[in-house]
């Protein structure tokens, strides 16, 4: 019993060697065939998406971080990628060419580049845009030194963004400075008292001046009288707030609006009036209609600019 259990023992092991032997060599093979056949390489995939293969995974983790620190500088604001890359061990076959630089290529094709300016605005405007925030507060010190004591005006320095860096077109210093230097004269050209008239209250024909002598009145005439017809929008030729706005004997209806550096505006003879006392307005607003209320003999505006309660020719101002 001994003896064969002995025998028995010998057998299998004998056996086993044998086999394990087989498997090695059949193990070894495989893996000759495989190496052959396939090449080790990396798969790149963005939230479950295969990207492609790549041989260099430090070289293109380098290159997307390289991507990334573009943030911060020439005007890239910020760098949104398609999604954080994952990485895994993959076998491709040999005949397979693995591309890097595709695979690259295609993370950067869908990748959100935003790019940042420096708009330079005059009471809200844009006027102008430049590359740099320096350059845009250098622009605006310079122009309020130049312009704040004779004009009521405010310069500001806005942030625009834009995906494609050639939507906006910004300017160097130099050029930016003449356009919004440019716009400030021309407001210094157009204020009154610092006031500045940002736009025609009305369109149409100038049928009385400043300080003409006419039948109507026994005074010269103390504004300008603009013919439109019966219900043409006033708009406010200034920002401000509305101090009357109801009939006033020869004005008929009428609103005034007070501009700050004593500085009021009469829009007479209206037919209807569209502001309250106490409502501050823009340049632009509609405030009244045209119409031939109170001293008037035809539908027109009568407008008429005050400073320190004296009237002032309006056409040394607008419609000149
Ligand atoms: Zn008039």
Redesign the pocket.
Known sequence: MKFILNKQIGYYTKETIKCLRLVAIALFIIFCVIFLKYNLVCEVSISGEVLGYIENKKAFENELQELVNQEGTNNVAFVDLPGVPEYKLAFVSNDYKVNDAEVFAKIEESTNITYKYYGITVNGKQKSVVGSLDEAEDLVSKMKKEYKDNLDFKIGIEEVYSKNSKDIKTVELAVAEDKVSNELQKMESSSVNGVYLAQKPITGIIT?RFGDREDIRSFP?????IAAPYGTKIKSATDGVVTTSGNRGTYGNLVVIDCGHNVEIYY??CSKLLVNVGDKVKAGDIIAEVGCTGN?TGN?????IKINGISVNPQNYIYN
């Open positions: 009385s005439h103390n504004g300008l009288d007479g003879h008037s027109h505006l009568h407008f008429e």
